[in-house]
């Protein structure tokens, strides 16, 4: 999705009229994110989840089978959260391992915000983006 077209669903067309470009990237901005590469190892995950539940969970990461190459890239201190996959892995741990606000926690490390300035809103008013 375009930035203009992000405008257009998030602003009314009054604001958009109203070309007010800091009251328009304010409210784009709300909730607005992105994932940003993240590599995590074991004391980022026993210092986010604490260390009972990050045992637990380096633990489950540690014994399954499934997650034998995962052992090996958290151990590395290499495991991406910001992926889909490492998400959606970590997501999977709900709620037989973590509860949801853990694994949103954990999960929040690959994802920062990404705010627009009223710069880029004028641009792409004008057509630039």
Do not use: Y
């Amino acid at each position: 999705m375009t930035l203009f077209e992000e405008i257009t669903i998030k602003c009314t067309a009054e604001m958009i009229a109203a070309r007010d470009h800091q009251t328009i990237a304010d409210v784009v901005n709300v909730g607005r994110t992105r994932s940003q590469k993240t590599s995590i190892g074991e004391g980022t995950i026993l210092d986010v989840l604490g260390i009972t539940v990050g045992n637990t969970f380096l633990d489950v990461i540690n014994s399954a089978s499934d997650f034998r190459h995962v052992k090996r890239i958290i151990a590395r201190g290499d495991f991406d959260v910001s992926t889909p996959t490492a998400q959606g892995g970590i997501q999977a741990l709900v709620p037989s391992v973590l509860t949801q606000a853990q694994s949103d926690n954990l999960k929040a490390l690959g994802i920062v915000n990404d705010h627009v300035t009223a710069a880029r809103v004028a641009n792409a008013l004008d057509g630039g983006e």
